[in-house]
């Protein structure tokens, strides 16, 4: 296991995924917050960080029972955190080193450099430069610009490297990785989807023995994954509960109902669709048809779980994302559970203990670890789906009859990317109902009739998007296709906006 103190760097995450990618389990942990038990870690990374070493402010760690008892590497930050606080001089640089360099010069040869070249492209990002390094320590690699680009300090394991290995861009990053933590600290490269599934089903059993588990599943990869790890844990005694708002996908809740049956869970739908469309009756405005639903959903959530008797355990699918950000965000543990904290005292289900068996990982992981244990591709590979589901695609108030409208635009259009070959080119696609009429003619007759949208976009998070260029003839069929099989729609739209500054859903 390898620990990865993190001075706020917006690369820490990265560093995480390249060592996770040689098979290899790290952890994050903020600088300040350090675990206090370092017996399990074989190797510690420093981050980079905004801050100078040179500041007052500067973010301080105490590395003593780190340096030169474990093998330690600083990254750009983190090398200058070594260098300064050892004797050695930082400086302002004089000119800002940003973007790509070249390895230009290789001082001694070190375990540390195996297989780089001279030439070996490196990435920068740095204000702050080392102008001397400490006494003890050994120059190993130059840039054209910077001197001190990588050192060592003498008998023991402390390197720091200037340049970032964790980006794309170095392309020797992940070798210098490698031959840090696999050369030089000796980490076992066992980390894989199958020794992840093994250890956290004992670490699960032990943990729950045989008490019993609630879990809502969504229908989506996080919280099937889980379900399926603690299935293999603890069986029967995992109770999951899948709840139909009523603003699903046409099919859905039956089709992944019994997908999750057919998987072996111990699963209950609840169809509570009309006490969610009855609740949103008349509400147009965006947030508060949000409200309602998270409103709601707590409410028959608690009533089942209720129904579960003796239950002493949440299970929820928070991923390593979730975790970071909401760490950063609160110091507190799932940023879903915070946000209904205000909903007028805490629904019992909420007093259960947590348990979070994917917290540390990464969504790719996810779908490792999912497609390890045999799920469905067709599961894996489901496209994001928002909680409140249609009711944030049908722009303005809400009724079954435009749910059942936008369900079959929606089915027409899903089905239609899944018979080209493209829904797996798009990260998230839907229809959007419009509160517009316009006119159309159908045969001899006038048509005053609803206008849809449809969306589709590529990305990698969600917090940026660009409209996806998908085929005129695919474009051209499928809304031949919606308006003459949906009664109610004359006219289809594509939408042609990048997030930002649209966003993906319409509200
Ligand atoms: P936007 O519309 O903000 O969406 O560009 C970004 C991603 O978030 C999803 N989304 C939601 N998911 N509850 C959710 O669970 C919500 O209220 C919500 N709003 C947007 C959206 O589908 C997209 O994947």
Not at 135 to 154: G, I, M, Q
Request: hydrophobic share 40%; proline share 5%.
């Amino acid at each position: 296991n390898v620990l990865i103190l993190d001075f706020g760097s917006q690369y820490t995450q990265l560093i995480a995924r390249r060592v996770r990618e040689l098979n290899i389990f790290c952890e994050i942990k903020p600088y300040n917050k350090p675990p206090e038990d370092l017996n399990e870690y074989k190797a510690v990374i420093l981050s980079g960080s905004p801050h100078s070493v040179r500041a007052g402010d500067a973010p301080h760690v105490d590395l003593s029972g780190i340096k030169g008892k474990k093998p330690l590497l600083g990254v750009c930050y983190g090398a200058q955190y070594l260098a300064h606080f050892n004797g050695g001089n930082v400086e302002k640089s004089n000119t800002r080193e940003y973007g790509r360099a070249k390895l230009a010069k290789l001082h001694v040869d070190d375990p540390f450099l195996k297989s780089i070249a001279i030439g070996s492209q490196v990435w920068m990002s740095h204000a702050d430069t080392i102008k001397s390094l400490p006494d003890n320590s050994v120059l190993l690699a130059s840039t054209h610009d910077v001197e001190n680009a990588a050192f060592k300090f003498k008998n023991e394991e402390t390197y720091g490297i200037q340049f970032h290995p964790e980006v794309y861009h170095s392309t020797d990053g992940k070798q210098i990785l490698e031959n840090f933590l696999v050369n030089i600290a000796k980490v076992e490269q066992n980390w894989t989807p199958a020794a992840f599934v093994e250890t956290t089903v004992a670490g699960l059993k032990a943990k729950i023995g045989d008490e019993k588990v609630i879990l809502g599943l969504s229908g989506g990869v996080d919280s099937s994954v889980a379900a399926v790890l603690l299935n293999k844990a603890i069986g029967k005694n995992l109770h999951c509960i899948f709840v139909n708002n009523g603003l699903l996908r046409k099919n859905e809740f039956e089709d992944v109902l019994h997908q999750y049956k057919d998987m072996g869970l111990n699963v209950k739908g609840v169809d509570a669709s009309a006490r969610f469309l009855d609740a949103l009756e008349g509400e147009s405005d965006p947030e508060k048809k949000r409200k309602i639903i998270g409103r709601v959903f707590i409410e028959v959530f608690d009533d089942e779980s209720h129904q579960v008797e003796n239950a002493k355990w949440l299970a929820q699918g928070t991923i390593y994302p979730d975790v970071i950000e909401s760490v950063s965000a609160t110091g507190g543990p799932s940023a879903t559970i915070k946000s209904h904290h205000n909903v007028g005292g805490l629904p019992d289900f909420m007093k259960l203990k947590v348990v979070e068996p994917l917290k540390m990982l990464f969504k790719d992981e996810v779908r490792r670890v999912g497609k390890s244990m045999g799920l469905e591709p067709n599961l894996l590979g489901r496209h994001p789906f928002p909680g409140p589901g249609l009711a944030i695609r049908i722009l303005g108030d809400i009724t079954r009859e435009k749910v059942a409208i936008l369900q079959e635009v929606d089915h027409i259009f899903i089905q239609g990317l899944k018979e080209w070959g493209l829904y797996d080119q798009v990260w998230q696609a839907g229809a959007m109902l419009l509160p517009v009429n316009s006119v159309g003619v159908m045969g001899d007759e006038r048509t005053y009739e609803k206008c849809v949208a449809l969306r589709a976009v590529e990305s990698t998070d969600g917090m940026t998007a660009d409209w996806v260029n998908l085929p005129y003839e695919f474009l051209q069929k499928t809304s031949n296709d919606i308006i003459n099989k949906v009664p109610g729609v004359n006219r289809v739209v594509y939408d042609i906006s990048s997030k930002p500054p649209a966003t993906i859903e319409w509200e």
